[in-house]
């Protein structure tokens, strides 16, 4: 009798019919392995501009218009990125380091194999973009819009996001490692075996009825239980 009752508790807590959980699927992270690169000598962005091979260090981006640019095989190190016009902008295998800046735009961007580090960021515009084997590790983003974005093998790692908007995105296979998630809307996105369970604080604003997909700890269940109950209708007394 102890044994029935155990199976079908298991049952209950796991998949039904007996089945195992199908296990989440893990991110492919990117292998960004760049070569000798030469500085870059220009005097500023261009539209359309090709980027290869290229180090920008401590380089003031301020203001300036990349919109369509290409990098490709290139490394941003210690750059401002204030009001960066980088809409459409394509990241091609390359590595962003210590960034900084406000109201960067990036709509429509595309990053592929791309690790962004240590970014100190705000009101960011990836509204619309494509993210594919991205690691964002470190720093603090704050406000960053991924509206109707497109992510796919991306993880954020030990990083603080404050206000992140992913409304209407689709996020497959993502990941938040050890990472900072603090009101975030995830309203009308779609999720596929996302894995929050090693998200350092787990805050959601809205959109908690779209979390199915997703996978979270137990001890984070009960921390969402009281937004799970406000999203029912259900009164906690």
């Excluded at 995105?169 to 998630?181: D, I, M, P, T, Y």
């Amino acid at each position: 009798m102890s044994d029935r009752r155990g199976g079908g508790a298991g049952r209950s807590a796991g998949a039904a019919g007996g089945r195992a959980p199908a296990k989440v699927k893990k991110a492919r992270r990117p292998q960004v392995r760049l070569p000798p690169l030469a500085p870059w000598e220009g005097r500023g962005l261009e539209p359309d501009g090709d980027y290869d091979g290229l180090e920008f260090r401590g380089v003031d981006l301020a203001g300036q218009e990349g919109v369509g640019a290409r990098f490709m095989d290139c490394a941003l190190a210690a750059c401002g990125l204030d009001e960066a016009g980088l809409a459409r902008a394509r990241f091609i295998d390359s590595r962003l380091t210590d960034v900084r800046g406000v109201g960067t735009n990036l709509a429509e961007a595309t990053l592929r194999d791309v690790e962004v580090v240590d970014a100190r960021l705000g009101g960011v515009q990836l509204h619309g973009a494509a993210l594919e084997r991205v690691v964002i590790r470190g720093g603090k983003i704050d406000y960053l819009n991924l509206r109707k974005a497109r992510l796919k093998d991306v993880v954020f790692e030990g990083c603080v996001l404050v206000e992140p908007d992913f409304g209407g995105a689709r996020l497959e296979r993502v990941e938040f490692a050890g990472c900072a998630l603090k009101g975030a809307d995830f309203s009308a996105a779609t999720l596929t075996d996302v894995d929050l369970r090693d998200a350092a604080e787990l805050g959601i604003a809205r959109g908690v009825d779209r979390l199915g997909g997703a996978v979270i700890s137990p001890a984070q269940l009960l921390d969402l239980a009281g937004v799970f109950a406000a999203e029912l209708g259900v009164r906690v007394e």
